[in-house]
């Protein structure tokens, strides 16, 4: 089954005038929606741009697996256990805020700044908070996150090019840019998701002569 969610069903948040603008495409702070919690281990999908200069000051997070991927510009890292890094385009940063972590995330820079940021539940919660940065991770290597039982495969398309749907319970998708056919069926744009359930044999092909598009595949619950 597959159930998809335009750009413009998201929920808007953010602060335009602080420089802050974000999309929402689950329930997420004040934008709740009981039929909306979760997918899978997903457990929030948000589109974030900030403005030069502008940023989310030190926050706290607890029991959540935090993974970012910079779209355009620079993301600057800062976290309570010492990290402090700048992610750029093509770069997976996961920060599994465990038991406790507070972190800064700012666009230090002078263009601006677009990034995806997914959250997912992890199996088992607390434990120490870890972080990472994989620089310009490969098409071909998903990227595992076994403290959700959750693999990310990034996929950089040309115009007419195809690629496979992960085989999974659970795969939730979000086209970054460019645009996509599933499945002979369904035509994804920018900003648009597809949760797929028991996904088999399933492919898309590229619309666009630059198309990206991330898919977090699971299995077990969505509860």
Known sequence: MIRVQRSDDRYRGGDPQAGIESWHALSFGPFYDPDNLRFGPVIACNEERLAPGAG???????????????????????????????????DVQRLSSAGGVRHVE???????????????????????????????????TPYALPRAGALLHA?????????????????????????????????????????????RGLALVSLAPATEVLMWAADGTSD
């Open 155 to 199: 996929r950089r398309l040309g115009e007419g090019e195809r690629a496979e749907v992960p085989d999974a319970a659970f795969v939730y998708l979000h086209v970054v840019r460019g645009g996509v056919l599933l499945a002979d069926a369904e035509e994804l744009a920018p900003g648009d998701s597809a949760r797929i359930t028991d996904a």
């Open 56 to 90: 989310f000051d030190e926050h706290p997070h607890s029991h959540t697996e935090i993974v970012t991927w910079v779209v355009e510009g620079e993301l600057t890292h800062r976290d309570t256990a010492g990290h402090a890094t700048v992610v750029r385009p093509g």
């Open 106 to 140: 700012r666009n230090d820079s002078d263009a601006d700044l677009v990034f995806v940021q997914m959250w997912l539940a992890p199996l088992t919660p607390g434990g120490e908070p870890s972080y990472e940065v994989v620089r310009g991770i490969a098409d071909a």
